[in-house]
């Protein structure tokens, strides 16, 4: 039998929800820099290419040539975190094939990175991605709580993890043109809207998985 959400449904202006993990579990974010260039490679393919500046970690002359493979008219990412040994994505496609292309180039961009720092060869996933769609707008909604939550549990966080991920943009206390939260937020009313936001995701009820179906990793 196939493993959950590895079978995926496409469509075009369709939401979902985009997870994976470290082979065998383990960790894919060992320090701060590891953090620093998957996000960095987020920014790298999702930035409008007028908006882009050219900083490190990669090389000016890796940059512009994978700058040349940007997704920003096919993707937007609505909400991400990272974890130790996974990381979550909400996105919503333009194309049918925009997701398979961005995760392609993420995951392998961030492999060959992670592989040469660490000096190890082999997979560094745990399979293929895993997608799902997102088919209500209440899904939409408590998905973004769900991820937002997700650093929130981690009892050791060493490196930041509850900052790393769009949580901080919600609540504008970070700005990027390449995070779209304005769909999510939009779910509130204009007076103290982010105030609004953050008590929603941090007092979220204790059936949040219920609402959100298969929508989630498996172990919840």
Same mark, same amino acid.
């Given at each position: 039998?196939?493993?959950?959400?590895?079978?995926?449904?496409?469509?075009?202006?369709?939401?979902?929800?985009?997870?994976?993990?470290?082979?065998?579990?383990?960790? *894919?974010?060992?320090?701060?820099?590891?953090?620093?260039?998957?996000?960095?490679?987020?920014?790298?393919?999702?930035?409008?290419?007028?908006?882009?500046?050219?900083?490190?970690?990669?090389?000016?002359?890796?940059?512009?040539?994978?700058?040349?493979?940007? #997704?920003?008219?096919?993707?937007? #990412?609505?909400?991400?975190?990272?974890?130790?040994?996974?990381?979550?994505?909400?996105?919503?496609?333009?194309?049918?094939?925009?997701?398979?292309?961005?995760?392609?180039?993420?995951?392998?961009?961030?492999?060959?990175?992670?592989?040469?720092?660490?000096?190890?060869?082999?997979?560094?996933?745990?399979?293929?991605?895993?997608?799902?769609? *997102?088919?209500?707008?209440?899904?939409?909604?408590?998905?973004?709580?769900? *991820?937002?939550?997700?650093?929130?549990?981690?009892?050791?966080?060493?490196?930041?993890?509850?900052?790393?991920?769009?949580?901080?943009?919600?609540?504008?206390?970070?700005?990027?043109?390449? *995070?779209?939260?304005?769909?999510?937020?939009?779910?509130?009313?204009?007076?103290?809207?982010?105030?609004?936001?953050?008590?929603?995701?941090?007092?979220?009820?204790?059936?949040?998985?219920?609402?959100?179906?298969?929508?989630?990793?498996?172990?919840?």
């Amino acid at each position: 039998m196939p493993t959950k959400n590895t079978i995926k449904n496409y469509l075009e202006g369709g939401r979902y929800h985009i997870y994976n993990r470290g082979v065998d579990k383990r960790k *894919i974010f060992l320090d701060k820099q590891d953090c620093a260039v998957f996000l960095y490679y987020l920014k790298l393919y999702l930035s409008p290419p007028e908006t882009f500046q050219y900083t490190q970690p990669l090389s000016f002359r890796l940059q512009h040539k994978l700058l040349t493979m940007n #997704l920003s008219q096919e993707i937007e #990412l609505m909400a991400f975190a990272l974890m130790p040994n996974h990381f979550h994505l909400q996105v919503r496609q333009a194309t049918k094939d925009g997701i398979q292309k961005f995760m392609r180039r993420v995951a392998t961009s961030y492999a060959q990175y992670f592989n040469k720092k660490y000096e190890r060869i082999g997979t560094l996933f745990e399979s293929t991605y895993k997608a799902v769609m *997102i088919e209500t707008d209440d899904q939409n909604l408590y998905l973004s709580a769900y *991820i937002h939550r997700n650093p929130m549990k981690l009892q050791v966080d060493e490196l930041g993890f509850k900052e790393l991920s769009s949580y901080p943009y919600y609540l504008k206390f970070k700005h990027a043109s390449w *995070i779209k939260p304005n769909e999510i937020l939009s779910f509130f009313t204009e007076s103290n809207i982010h105030l609004s936001y953050k008590t929603f995701v941090e007092t979220s009820p204790d059936n949040l998985l219920s609402k959100l179906k298969n929508l989630t990793l498996e172990e919840d």
